[in-house]
């Protein structure tokens, strides 16, 4: 029987060399049901600060974070919490993939958070972006939810894990991204 076939990008959070979250992107791309393959997105850090006067001219670097995000089907962030929001990282990628309001690169993604973080587990960092990603067309894909708490010294330094909570955590989120995205293409094709 053959699947249909999805495709993601995936970005960190995070730019702290042992970061778990970058952990659990790599990790994802490597559990990732066979109907969803994975790119990493390891420059999101080099966009500019969101800064409306840069959309009549977009910096090159901004064309090619919308275009990565419309030509995928699925966003997968691994997202940390700095004082209860996202990271100002992950908030300006965000804050981009949002624009130009005209035509908004996120408008028809999934969107699925990965998060590893203190004692929240990243909750109120999801919670702060899911609600207007929706509004703004995305699909939010809440459940089951990935907030993960203290994890680190379940990683080793390459930032890999053997821990079953964490694998089949993120494997479950995967495959509602995978549900999401045949639910959506079915109603697209009725
Ligand atoms: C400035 C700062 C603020 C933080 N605030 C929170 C917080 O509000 N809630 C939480 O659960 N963890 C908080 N943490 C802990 C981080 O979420 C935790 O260190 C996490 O592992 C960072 O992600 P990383 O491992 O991907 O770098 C904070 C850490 C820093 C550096």
Same mark, same amino acid.
């Given at each position: 029987m053959t699947h249909p076939t999805f495709r993601a990008i995936a970005f960190s959070g995070s730019l702290r060399k042992g970061s778990t979250n970058t952990a659990l992107v790599h990790l994802a791309q490597r559990v990732a049901p066979p109907e969803l393959t994975i790119d990493i997105v $390891?420059? /999101?850090?080099?966009? @500019?600060?969101? #800064? &409306? $006067?840069?959309?009549? =001219? @977009?910096?090159e670097i901004v064309e090619r974070w919308w275009n990565a995000v419309r030509s995928a089907d699925a966003l997968i962030i691994g997202l940390p919490e700095y004082n209860a929001t996202p990271t100002a990282l992950a908030k300006n990628a965000l804050d981009w993939a949002t624009r130009? &309001?005209?035509?908004? !690169?996120?408008?028809g993604t999934a969107v699925a958070f990965l998060s590893a973080a203190g004692? *929240?587990?990243g909750q109120r960092a999801q919670d702060s972006v899911s609600a207007v990603l929706g509004f703004l067309g995305a699909t939010v894909v809440t459940e089951p939810p990935v907030r993960l708490t *203290? /994890?680190?010294?379940?990683? $080793? !330094? $390459?930032? #890999?894990? =053997?821990d079953p909570e964490i694998i089949d955590a993120v494997a479950a989120k995967l495959r509602a991204v995978v549900d999401a995205l045949v639910l959506r293409s079915a109603e697209l094709d009725d």
């Open positions: $390891d420059w /999101v850090d080099q966009l @500019p600060w969101m #800064n &409306p $006067d840069l959309e009549s =001219d @977009p910096p130009p &309001p005209a035509d908004r !690169a996120i408008t004692r *929240s587990g *203290s /994890v680190g010294d379940r990683f $080793d !330094a $390459d930032g #890999n894990t =053997d």
